[in-house]
């Protein structure tokens, strides 16, 4: 009954032209010293539905200095080691959406920084009062070709986890 | 479909520019701003990188080696006040180390204020109360202290009223000292 309900509701989504009406992003950082949080509630979502071809697919495009760690002079040196100057986006092209049960597998490919990599995430789909999706996946700051931060001699950890939430109207 | 996903690329390229904004510039330090503000003394004498990118850059290395050059003051203030209050118990033979120390640490000091005060502005600013504002407030707490600080040193050899000089300048000292470490251990906080 549960999965007629979601069937039935994802396809009433899709078929509406779903619109992602507020989204937000953080990634999780750490260092041996502390671990810290930006997160951006500014990202620009698009999300489109073929009824022929009876696929779905998500662009999430999200400027760099959109992200707030409650520490401007972090910020700063975030925008810098991105090269944000040059690479102010970080685009995410979906290329297979499943949706299983309450659960939604996303297969995309992420641009950060100049650097194109795959990425896998499963986001848990919420269906009370407003509809929600989120998940959260892993990357690696030397996949991407960025160089580590350091504080007080030592570098920050390589690896960065990407939470997201999305609103669906 | 492919249509629609070029358009979004397109978009995405063309909006995807060079951009070199200062966010909040308002909130720039006052010290940072009559530096390197848009009529900031360096911008008049046409002083620094060529561009914001590599202005960036410099700043941030002038502030890795202002957290270098600042935890070895740290360490030459603890070592200077041990030296200090060895002398004021009465050992003596300590004063030529605390003379020769206190330049040591002077400079090692200035060179790393010098290194914060005069870096090029960040690419972000904002006017919450912050672990950063408060190590940047206690920099002129420090900076006062340090600057008084040899001055009082000599003035204990010269003052009529020598516990009086003294007094002077171990409360100077350990207010310096103090502040030096709390602005030390602020940049452990990660907010």
Request: glycine share 4%; with cysteine; net charge positive.
């Amino acid at each position: 009954m549960r999965f007629l309900y979601l069937l039935f509701y994802c396809s009433a989504i899709f078929a509406q032209s779903p619109i992602i009406s507020s989204s937000e992003i953080s990634y999780h950082g750490s260092h041996f010293m502390h671990d810290w949080v930006g997160t951006s509630t500014s990202a620009d979502s698009k999300m489109v539905y073929d009824n022929q071809l009876n696929s779905g697919s998500v662009t999430v495009r999200v400027r760099l200095d959109s992200f707030d760690s409650r520490l401007s002079s972090r910020d700063s040196n975030m925008l810098f080691y991105t090269d944000a100057m040059d690479h102010p986006v970080v685009l995410f092209k979906s290329t297979n959406i499943n949706i299983k049960s309450d659960s939604v597998y996303i297969e995309g490919d992420m641009t950060f920084h100049g650097i194109t990599k795959q990425i896998k995430t499963v986001a848990a789909m919420f269906t009370q009062e407003s509809p929600k999706i989120s998940g959260s996946f892993n990357i690696n700051l030397s996949d991407y070709n960025i160089e580590r931060p350091t504080l007080l001699f030592v570098k920050i950890a390589d690896k960065i986890r990407i939470e997201y939430s999305f609103i669906i109207e | 479909m492919k249509l629609f996903t070029f358009f979004i690329c397109l978009t995405v390229s063309l909006s995807a520019q060079l951009d070199t904004t200062i966010t909040n510039i308002d909130n720039m330090p006052l010290r940072t701003k009559l530096l390197w503000g848009e009529k900031g003394f360096f911008r008049q004498i046409n002083f620094g990188p060529d561009s914001r990118k590599d202005e960036l850059k410099l700043r941030v290395k002038m502030l890795q080696n202002h957290q270098k050059l600042a935890l070895t003051s740290l360490g030459l203030v603890a070592y200077q006040s041990y030296l200090g209050n060895q002398m004021s118990e009465g050992d003596y033979s300590k004063r030529d180390a605390h003379r020769t120390f206190s330049k040591i640490t002077w400079g090692a000091y200035m060179a790393s204020a010098s290194l914060s005060y005069f870096a090029p502005p960040a690419q972000k600013y904002d006017s919450r109360i912050s672990s950063m504002k408060i190590h940047q407030w206690l920099s002129y707490v420090h900076f006062i202290g340090m600057m008084a600080l040899p001055v009082l040193g000599k003035n204990i050899a010269t003052s009529n009223d020598y516990n009086k000089a003294l007094s002077n300048h171990q409360n100077v000292a350990s207010i310096t000292f103090a502040s030096m470490s709390i602005s030390a251990l602020l940049t452990f906080l990660p907010y």
